[in-house]
């Protein structure tokens, strides 16, 4: 695992301390590493819904398309359940 070392205004690293102790991280790496994970997450899915808003609707969203979804997301429920 590589090392970054990173400069913080005592504000800023006060509130780090204070969401370490509060939420339960064992370090304050745990919880910079965990905000890099969610902007990454974060990034993604801006990425996924630019893509989807600039791509062709394939299909109207009607009912039946969202019926068609809850069957999808139940089925993907019941495996992931199961497993």
Known sequence: MS??????PETLKAFVDE???RRGYGTSSEYVRELIRKDQDRLQLRGLLLAGAASNPATPADAGYFDG???????????????
């Open 3 to 8: 090392t970054m070392n990173i400069s913080l």
């Open 19 to 21: 969401q370490v102790s």
């Open 69 to 83: 979804l809850r069957d999808r997301v139940r089925k993907a429920a019941n495996t992931n359940a199961k497993a």
